[in-house]
């Protein structure tokens, strides 16, 4: 039986969708839940505030071109999409709750700081729906390298376990997930050299925004001029096992001509994670 030609590329194999899952994080949200460090807690905190805001923006850039694709297959990894991406909204805009309430922390202050980004995505003319929609492809990738590392490092050993299996069960699908934005951007503009421009200004955007809320929850708690603090941010940006340096590599793998997200083949990792992070 010959295979009909499709213009998604996700492998057959890989299912996109979601697992309904919910998390007791309640309790640890009020400690310093990663590794008893303040500054790691509080980074990985700062990306869950980026969440509801960034998820929404990624499914309605894409849906602004969901009528122009007819593919079936990609139609129905777009509706995955927008599933998984919907279901960890919610379980982000629960931890973003727990977490403010618990530690004081401002919750409208640090989602400001993220929806004041989305708005101007919104108004600005030159963030035209094409760009909106490369800024997501490049923040896909971004997720989807994040993801990896997670799930193929014991970089999240030292974590709660709670905590632990909420990055790990968000991790595994973006994993899935991976190519829809740009399989739907390959289809409607591929225009490859826009898609790198927007990447290095929505990567810096969204990066200084993470560390500004960062640096508001360590002001709160009174830790940024901490020894540990400084020794704990210094190995996340520059110790080889550190988060930026694992990144790297998978950063300037996007600016290559004929990058693809698939060619980063993460089917074996998919296959020992999903028995794992089943829907419970
Ligand atoms: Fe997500
Ligand atoms: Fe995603």
Known sequence: MTAIPTISST?????????NRKFQIEAALASDWFANDPFHTAVFNAFSISFPTGEKE????VRN??????????????RGFYQQEGIHTREHLRYNRMLCAARGYDLADLEGVFLKLQEWMQNDPRATPQVRLAATVGLEHFTASFAEILLKTDYLDT???ALRELWQWHSLEEMEHKAVAFDVFNEVCSDHKMRRRVMRVAFFMLMRRVLTVTLKMLRHDKQVWKWQTLKSAARFFFSRTGFVRQYLPRHNEFFRDDFHPWQSDTRDLLEEWKPRLAAA
Do not use: C, G, Y
């Not at 990624?58 to 850039?61: A, E, G, H, I, T």
């Open 11 to 19: 492998p057959d194999d890989v299912t996109i969708k979601p697992r």
């Open 58 to 61: 990624f499914m309605d850039s």
């Open 65 to 78: 071109f969901e009528s122009e694709i007819d593919d079936e297959k990609l139609l129905a990894e777009v």
């Open 159 to 161: 974590a709660d376990p």
